[in-house]
């Protein structure tokens, strides 16, 4: 019962996602679309529940067992119900039941969003471009040819959206985006190949339960 | 200078992931920490208005999709998670999104990663009205095939497969540069967000 069921309810559930694909009768349509962005968004936004919780207990568990920097998981856990608190009772337009304002200072979500968020997401991903450049400076070597071709291939790409190089040389966007259309192309859809029948399999063993990872190993 | 409170706040914010620069220091795991804690708090309010409510709440509340209830209930049990002796539940609402998106994606993959990319590569009349176009598409034809051959480990490179598996590997290291390229640019172009922010916006420096 405990791992049959959820196999069955398993193979159900995707034959009628493979099934719809080729009915394209009204009814059918209408019942995979009822299925699909009303039914199924309702079951997976309730998974949040998993990682959210699994969030709490990781920073509350850091925070009892006092381990290394432990006194940062108070500005996560504070931070995580403040905003959700904020999200939930102000509204996300802040025209919830509690008006986010004090004064002239309106602290609504999206403003949180827009001003918090926002800034500390591009600036970590910013922090990339230092790290990427950092890591390919000490990696690259120019040891072989084809060592040789991915560096020009990335040289060109990088070079071809600077503006005052593509001003110098007006070909090298056009290089640029040939590379980008004809020999990536090539190579990105050889292994998509690969990685599409990697997609069919997996997906076939799960439907059939000889993968059973998400059983927890069962 | 900015006046404005929340450009404070983000410049302060932004200046804290960039300390990182000079070593790991508690301004920027404040920072780091706040970023995860703010990001949970508004999925869970997204997550709310954008879904449960007006999915769910709204149309029960109004006595309409009664039917709907059941999904809840079923998406409710992964609470059961966090109860050891129900936690079993939890595989119900899994196997209902799993299922259906393991079976929903068979199909859809084959029509727009096998069959439409190989309809794309297999040369047609149409690849050939000009030189250019027709250079192109003999070199992706070539190049796909190539790349596959890399792949392929079944049998010993030996002469045309050898030599075909080396092409593989020329448009490969094509294809990585230029994604390479690409992904710094990306970052790159966000930096330069970042500092106009901090220029123009917060100092008042630049125009």
Known sequence: MKVRFPLILCLLMGIIGMVAYYIPHRIVQNFDNELRNTALRIIFAFSLVLGVGSIIRHHWEKIKRKREFWEYSYVTLISLFLTAFIGLFGGIDGKGLIKMQIGKFSFDIHTIYVNMAIPLGATMFSLLAYFMASAAYRAFRARNFEAILLLIAAFIVMLASVPPVARLIPKLPYISEWILDVPNTAAKRGMLFGITLGVLSTSLKILLGIERGWLGGK | ?207
Not at chain 2, 24 to 39: M, Q
Not at chain 2, 74 to 93: D, E, K, M, N
Not at chain 2, 125 to 153: K, M, Q
Request: glycine share 8%; aromatic share 18%; hydrophobic share 55%.
């Open chain 2, 1 to 207: 200078m900015s006046t404005d409170i929340w450009v404070w706040i983000a410049a302060i914010l932004t200046l804290g992931i960039f300390s990182f620069l000079y070593k790991d220091n508690p301004f920027y795991r404040f920072c780091e920490h706040l970023f995860v804690g703010i990001t949970n708090g508004y999925a869970i309010t997204f997550y709310w208005h954008r879904i449960l409510v007006p999915s769910l709440i709204k149309p029960v509340s109004q006595g309409e999709k009664l039917y709907l209830l059941i999904f809840a209930f079923i998406g409710a049990l992964y609470f059961t998670r966090f109860i050891p002796r129900l936690s079993w539940l939890v595989r119900i609402p899994i196997a209902f999104v799993l299922g259906y998106g393991a079976g929903a994606a068979i199909p859809r993959t084959i029509e727009t990663s096998i069959i439409e990319q190989a309809k794309a590569t297999i040369l047609q009349r149409s690849n050939f009205l000009n030189l250019f176009d027709a250079i192109s598409s003999i070199i992706i034809f070539f190049g796909v095939i190539a790349t596959i051959i890399y792949f392929f480990f079944s049998t010993e490179r030996k002469g045309i497969l050898k030599h075909l598996a080396y092409s593989g590997i020329i448009f490969i290291m094509l294809g990585f540069g230029a994604s390479f390229g690409y992904t710094v640019m990306a970052r790159i172009s966000l930096l330069i967000g970042r500092l106009t922010f901090l220029l123009r916006d917060w100092l008042g420096i630049i125009k």
